[in-house]
């Protein structure tokens, strides 16, 4: 085939338009510092759900608990700060990650900590553990990045591999979208229905304010759910409840603010000399190595939320060695869990569409302050912000795909209908039961439809925001979509879906 005859590309966008500030452009320091302060909220709800899970069933209490959220955050600070400086030098969030989650309960239900009745002492023998397996793990994966051999491997990646890399990236935490909005959906639900409100209604309502509610709907819902949620405690709306509700809706019930201490400074082995076992060191290999795909996809979306050219695969490579040596920072500091790139935060770069280094930097350095000073920081981590950091990572630097995003959170099988579904099958009815059946019917059935929740959404969101925007009703395509969609454009309708002649005289043409 001739150079002449090879299909043609699709003009390239070499760095994302409409960026209000890029990786190189700074905000003004006092919106600078807005912005860094609502990472901080963002990464915060990783930061305490992973320990709030794994904690408890290491042994340990309350104390503990704030122990690790403490150490979480500061190394997550120093990470993303160093990172920043010497890595990939995107403005990229390292905290917790899921993917080890799995390994590391393994290695707690491994029965040689069976013997130890003291839960204290359990909690660290299992913490120690899982620093020897994860400091293992980091050393021979920092090889893989600083070596080159990762350069060499994402040399390959093209936009057929990249695509449901990035997407899917995201959509993995789907899984924890609404099921975790529903152990608490009085104010789960409010806050997701909130931050869309006030991030894209409010701006077209007071036009003065229109980059002020855009850029910090995150701030905005996150006081207003929690006032709300503060005055729904201590109004006695939840005495006398289950304790699984007490614990997802109180505001008073983390058990942080009391079990932090004043002033705490992390420091290395704090838990005592990590432990290490092959077969453990092997397993969690496994799961840094799924880090490190999934932290290429978020590097990818990062670059490109920021603004910045596209990544050279050195640059990649590097960042991906530098992401390692955060592992081994955190393991030598002890949290449980191994580090990768925040996907939330990279959500909140495109939802603001302030991809500035400094505003992260910034945000580094709130998560090493909040983290020294226990109690301010178990005030923070006490907010009912966790839910905000599902939903950011489905919205986007468009309209259509923030649209897009929103149906695909509430109505993917992992979310919505897969609990309603899920719920009915193991209790053999629906999450809304009352005693007219016929009610919980008319609520359960249209929610356990994945087709139906995405259109009806699809259908209000079309038509609801700021339909008036010549820019965004082209993105919506809805002028093409009508002009074919008309008989009098083109003579092949009336041939496809026409009645019979004698029926169509009855019948009002369209």
Not at 98 to 123: M, Q
């Amino acid at each position: 085939m001739s150079k002449a005859d090879e299909p043609q590309p699709h003009p390239p966008k070499e760095q994302l338009p409409n960026i209000s500030y890029c990786i190189t452009s700074p905000p003004p320091w006092p919106e600078a510092i807005l912005l860094g302060f609502q990472h901080y909220l963002v990464m915060i709800g990783t930061a305490v759900i992973i320990p709030t899970s794994l904690v408890p069933q290491m042994g340990g209490g309350n104390e503990e608990k704030a122990k690790v959220i403490q150490t979480l955050l500061f190394v997550a600070g120093l990470n993303t700060l160093l990172r920043s400086l010497f890595g990939s030098r995107l403005p990229a969030v390292i905290g917790g990650s899921y993917t080890f989650v799995p390994t590391t309960i393994s290695i707690i239900l491994v029965g040689r900590f069976s013997d130890t009745t003291d839960p204290v002492e359990r909690f660290k023998r299992i913490m120690r553990a899982t620093q020897g397996s994860l400091i293992v793990a980091s050393t021979l994966q920092i090889v893989l990045g600083f070596s080159g051999l990762w350069r060499n491997i994402t040399r390959f990646l093209s936009p057929l591999s990249v695509v449901p890399l990035v997407s899917l990236v995201g959509f993995r935490l789907y899984e924890f979208g609404f099921p975790g909005v529903a152990k608490c959906v009085e104010i789960g639900l409010p806050q997701l229905i909130l931050i869309v409100f006030v991030s894209q209604y409010v701006p077209h309502v007071i036009k003065s304010g229109r980059n002020i509610f855009g850029r910090f709907a995150v701030l905005f819902s996150v006081a207003i759910v929690w006032i709300y949620a503060h005055l729904l405690t201590v109004g006695g709306a939840y005495n006398g409840k289950a304790p699984k509700t007490q614990i997802s809706c109180r505001t008073d019930r983390a058990g942080l603010i009391d079990a932090a201490p004043w002033i705490r400074f992390p420091y290395p082995f704090q838990w005592g000399a990590p432990s290490f076992d092959a077969g453990e060191s092997f397993a969690m290999m496994m799961a840094s190595f799924v880090a490190l795909v999934e932290s290429t996809g978020a590097f990818i979306a990062v670059s490109r939320y920021a603004s910045a050219t596209p990544m050279p695969p050195s640059i990649l490579s590097r960042g991906i060695g530098w992401q390692k040596v955060a592992i081994l920072v955190s393991e030598l500091f002890g949290t449980a869990n191994g580090s990768s790139v925040s996907v939330e935060n990279a959500g909140l770069l495109a939802f603001t569409r302030v991809g500035s280094r400094r505003v992260v930097q910034i945000s580094a350095g709130f998560m090493i302050f909040f983290s020294i000073l226990g109690k301010f920081g178990a005030v923070f981590a006490s907010i009912p912000a966790p839910i905000i950091g599902l939903l950011l990572h489905c919205t986007a630097y468009s309209l259509p795909m923030l649209v897009l995003g929103v149906l695909v959170f509430f109505s993917s099988a992992t979310s919505t209908a897969s609990y309603f579904n899920e719920y009915t099958a193991i209790n053999g009815y629906g999450p809304v039961h009352t005693g007219a059946k016929w009610f919980n019917d008319i609520v359960n059935v249209p929610f356990s439809s994945e087709a139906f929740i995405a259109g009806c959404l699809a259908y209000f969101l079309d038509n609801t925001l700021h339909r008036k925007d010549n820019v965004i009703r082209k993105d919506r395509g809805k002028h093409w979509w009508d002009k074919f969609r008309s008989f009098k454009s083109d003579s092949r309708s009336e041939e496809f879906y026409s009645l019979p002649f004698s029926l169509n005289k009855y019948l009002p043409s369209v």
